[in-house]
């Protein structure tokens, strides 16, 4: 069995999309500088958490590591690559050569 893809980078990804998320929806809408103020800060932070969390990972190939650069959404699309490639290695691993 594979392991799932490392908490901490799940968290990370998540609070990356939600600050965005709440960035966005501050700018559009009634645009509060405290607001703006906190969560400019904390997108920042799990967005570099995700790059380095991501670059740090062993088992994680070069894709996972380009796709988390992107700001944003990059957690989650290295999230989906990382866990698509240990369904494709469990996928590979049960096929018997014939």
């Not at 740090?56 to 866990?83: E, M, S, Y």
Request: net charge positive; proline share 7%.
């Amino acid at each position: 069995m594979h392991p799932r893809s490392p908490r901490h980078l799940r968290v990370a990804a998540h609070a990356e999309l939600i600050s965005l998320i709440v960035l966005l929806a501050n700018l559009f809408t009634v645009h509060l500088k405290p607001v703006s103020s906190l969560t400019g800060p904390t997108h920042g932070c799990a967005y570099l958490f995700v790059v380095i969390a991501s670059w740090r990972l062993r088992q994680a190939p070069t894709a996972v590591k380009i796709l988390a650069l992107v700001p944003g959404a990059g957690g989650f699309l290295a999230l989906r690559r990382l866990d698509r490639g240990d369904a494709a290695g469990a996928q590979a691993e049960g096929v018997v050569p014939s």
